[in-house]
Nanobody, 125 residues
Framework: QVQLVESGGGSVQSGGSLRLSCAAS????????MAWFRQAPGKEREGVVG???????SYADSVKGRFTISQDNTKNTLYLQMNSLEPEDTAMYYC???????????????????WGQGTQVTVSS
């Protein structure tokens, strides 16, 4: 049974940092396409960053240079390091997994069949 459990969310001031974690079970995270998505109140869920099984990454323009995705294969865990946070980054953040390679579709929700429950990130100005 595939499970994704996010943690690490919280409240920070603008310019602060957070690191989100996504613990995967039931499959090998590094062998699949994994991604982080976020959804703010009243908005559609949007892709933040994806990482394919070959290690290639795709970042949304809004987070390039500020967010970094990584994996710890020994822990089967995906991470999202978020620096220089802005109030616009406030959202529920979700971890997602796909059984197929992402390719150019790493930021598309329709590619992903497995989702975590989300972790809230709130950035105040």
């Amino acid at each position: 049974q595939v499970q994704l459990v996010e943690s690490g969310g919280g409240s920070v001031q603008s310019g602060g940092s957070l690191r989100l974690s996504c613990a995967a079970s039931g499959f090998t995270a590094s062998s699949n396409c994994m991604a982080w998505f976020r959804q703010a109140p009243g908005k559609e869920r949007e892709g933040v960053v994806g990482i394919d099984s070959d290690g290639s990454t795709s970042y949304a323009d809004s987070v390039k240079g500020r967010f970094t995705i990584s994996q710890d294969n020994t822990k089967n865990t995906l991470y999202l390091q978020m620096n220089s946070l802005e109030p616009e980054d406030t959202a529920m953040y979700y971890c997602a997994a796909s059984r197929v390679d992402c390719g150019e579709y790493a930021l598309y929700t329709t590619l992903f069949g497995y989702w975590g429950q989300g972790t809230q990130v709130t950035v105040s100005s």
